[in-house]
């Protein structure tokens, strides 16, 4: 793990390989750390850069306003980086969207795995699985709010907590625990928007685009992976990755690494 000064904060980052540069933008729900299974295998190929964004894992918070958006271009500028690839899972792959759209001369690529975009509003279909599955938590408790988030994103809606690897459920707990502690953080600052949103936004995308999500995550999210692809000029579906649910790259890294070996230029 490394520091660099990025936009007046500290962002940690892990880096490996060397080749045309590829940076890993992690889910709201986790840190770098889910990408334990990507670093190595892209970095046979790429410049592989997975920061933790500011506030999540190792970076730090000042309280400054501040966009993601703008982060990832700073991380890119202090590293030397004239442009990268955009790899991101969930949360981090709205951060990559609104760079692409902010900043589209920096991004070569962009590959989007169980990925919302701004402006985008879940259906009530996925807010009763939610209050279905999960219930009322009291937000302050971290290992409770952990559990009830890693059922509905980690498991999915449909399969049980036995269909899955217990080990993969640990780490995604001790993940979101960490992440949960951020967001709480999170909400004291200013956090800048993308304006407009990207929802109605995705026919600007002009870079190559490849949407996937796993089979067991949300509708909501196949049905936008669906949409990213077909609106963006040079967009590609993934076929959506069988048992597999939302933080995709970590549960099934064998067929992510292949796929983003196949379409990182």
Known sequence: MVKIEVNGTQLAY??????????????????RRMWRGQLPALAARHRVIAPDLRGYGDSELPPAPFAHHDDVIGLLDALGIAQAALVGCSFGGRV???????????????????????????????ERLWNELVGDVDPEDFAATAQGEVR?????????????????????VELDRRALAA????????????DPPAVDRLGELRMPVLAGTGADDVADLRRLADRIAAEAPRGVRLPDVPDAAHLLPLERPEPVNAALLDFLP
């Open 96 to 126: 990559a969207v609104d760079t692409a759209l902010a900043y589209p001369e920096r991004v070569s690529a962009l590959a989007l795995l169980g990925a919302p975009v701004s402006g985008h509003e879940w259906t009530e279909e996925t």
């Open 152 to 172: 509905f994103w980690v498991v999915g809606p449909t399969r049980e907590p036995a269909d899955v690897d217990p080990e993969l459920i640990r780490f995604a």
């Open 14 to 31: 892990d880096e490996a390989g060397s080749g045309s540069p590829v940076v890993l933008l992690h889910a709201g729900i986790a840190d």
């Open 183 to 194: 967001e709480q953080a999170l909400s004291a600052v200013e956090v800048g928007e993308l």
